[in-house]
Structures are given as structure tokens and as C-alpha cells.
């Protein structure tokens, strides 16, 4: 099992920056790939970025303001939103994928993101 612990949420301004953080621990040898969803009141859960291998993948919505990173020594990985909008206003969830024999998903509790002047 692997357990996945999201921080850094909270409220923001539109045009401002937040930066979140998720912490793996458990069998964390079994994760290839990681990444941030975010889901929005009567919507459903999307991408917003994914690093697999080093290689990064956005959710349209973000390209070019949110920016994943992830750190292997610390079991972390990290998402830095610049210029936010109204519509990033989500819950957003830490996402991990491992091999366990077959692909299996992780995920965290959810940390709220609010943009609101």
C-alpha cells in the first residue's frame, strides 16, 4: 500500500500563486508515476498534470500556468500554479500510480483550492 499525504491548498487571488505538495510513503518502490486531478462541485475528476519517467503531461486547462515537479529522494512531488483563475477552484487530489502485478491507483485525501476575490 502506499499512502499519500496533500499540503499547500488554500485561498487565493485570481493572478496569484499557490504551490502544492504530496508526500508518498509505504511501499513507495512500487510507484512509476505521479501526478495532481482536481475535481470542481457537479463535475468530474480530471488531469491536471501527470510525470511518468520524466516526461510531463497537462490537463489544456493549465498548460503554461501549473507546472509539475517531483523530487525522488523525498517522495514527493509538487505543483506550482501561477496566474489562477476563477475556474482552478477544485479540490484538488495527489495521484500514484504502482506496479503491484498490475497497475494499481493511489490516492490522497484531497486539498482545497479556492480563487476568490
Known amino acids: 500500500q502506499v499512502q499519500l499525504a496533500e499540503s499547500g491548498g488554500g485561498l487565493a487571488q485570481p493572478g496569484e500563486s499557490l504551490r502544492l505538495s504530496c508526500t508518498a510513503s509505504?511501499?513507495?518502490?512500487?510507484?512509476?508515476?505521479m501526478g495532481w486531478f482536481r475535481q470542481a462541485p457537479g463535475k468530474q475528476r480530471e488531469l491536471v498534470a501527470r510525470i511518468q519517467s520524466g516526461i510531463t503531461t497537462y490537463g489544456d486547462s493549465v498548460k503554461g500556468r501549473f507546472f509539475i515537479s517531483r523530487d525522488n529522494a523525498k517522495n514527493a512531488v509538487y505543483l506550482q500554479m501561477n496566474d489562477l483563475k476563477r475556474e482552478d477552484t477544485a479540490v484538488y487530489y495527489c495521484?500514484?500510480?504502482?506496479?503491484?502485478?498490475?497497475?494499481?491507483?493511489?490516492w490522497g485525501r484531497g486539498t482545497q483550492v479556492t480563487v476568490s476575490s
Open positions: 495521484n500514484a500510480k504502482g506496479d503491484a502485478g498490475v497497475t494499481v491507483d493511489y
Open positions: 509505504g511501499k513507495i518502490f512500487d510507484i512509476f508515476g
